[in-house]
C-alpha cells in the first residue's frame, strides 16, 4: 500500500510479530497481500501526468498523515484535495479539517459527504468559509459526483489529487435515504 505512514504501520506490524515469535516469511507474506479496497488507491494518467489517490480519510490525524506523505512522495506537485464534512455529526471536522489540508494543499474542492438531515450546501459554505479564512483557496461544486468530475478533468499536469472521505462506497446519505451514487474511484477511472 502506498503511503509512508503505511510503511510506518507496517514495520510496527513487523516489530510486534517478532516479538510474538512469528515467522518472517508469514510476515512477509501478510504485509505482501495487505490490501484495503478504497485505502490509498493511486490512479495515474501518464500522457497528462496527473495523479489521483482515493483514501478514506476523514478525520484530522488521517488527514496530517495523508496529505503530509504526499507531499514528501510527490515533491514539486501541485496538491489539490477533495472532501465534504457529514452532517448531524463529527461537527469540529468543518474545523479540523481545513485546518489539516491547508497546510499542504494548493487549491481544495468542496462538495458533500453524507449531509444526513442538514443543509449540504451550509456545511459546504462553512468548510469553504474556514478554508478561506485560512488561505487556502477553495471551490465548491455540492454535488459530490459533479465535484469529481470537475476536479480530476480540470487537473493541470503535475497535479496530484487527493479525493478522501467516501473511497469506494456508493451511496450518499442524504435525508434519511441512503442514496446510490457512483464511487469516488469509479468517477477517477471514467474521468481519469
Not at 493511486?42 to 482515493?54: D, H, K, L, S
Not at 448531524?88 to 494548493?106: C, H, I, M, N
Request: hydrophobic residues 40%.
Amino acid at each position: 500500500m502506498p503511503g509512508l505512514f503505511n510503511v510506518e504501520n507496517a514495520l510496527a506490524a513487523c516489530a510486534v510479530c517478532t516479538l510474538l515469535g512469528v515467522p518472517f516469511e508469514l510476515v512477509a507474506s501478510g504485509l505482501k497481500n495487505a490490501r484495503v479496497k478504497g485505502r490509498m488507491e493511486v490512479f495515474e494518467n501518464a500522457g497528462r501526468n496527473v495523479t489521483c489517490i482515493v483514501d478514506y480519510a476523514h478525520s484530522k490525524l488521517s488527514f496530517e498523515k495523508l496529505f503530509s506523505s504526499v507531499k514528501k512522495e510527490y515533491p514539486g506537485r501541485r496538491i489539490e484535495a477533495l472532501f465534504g464534512c457529514p452532517g448531524g455529526k463529527g461537527l469540529q471536522r468543518r474545523e479540523d479539517l481545513p485546518v489539516a489540508v491547508s497546510r499542504w494543499a494548493d487549491l481544495v474542492w468542496v462538495c458533500e459527504e453524507d449531509p444526513g438531515n442538514e443543509s449540504a450546501e451550509e456545511i459546504c459554505r462553512q468548510v469553504s468559509e474556514r478554508l478561506t479564512q485560512l488561505g487556502c483557496e477553495n471551490v465548491i461544486v455540492v454535488d459530490r459526483e459533479e465535484c469529481v468530475k470537475r476536479a480530476v478533468r480540470g487537473a493541470a499536469p503535475g497535479t496530484v489529487l487527493v479525493i478522501t472521505g467516501k473511497g469506494r462506497e456508493e451511496y450518499m446519505h442524504r435525508g434519511d435515504d441512503y442514496v446510490p451514487l457512483k464511487s469516488d474511484v469509479a468517477l477517477v477511472e471514467e474521468n481519469l
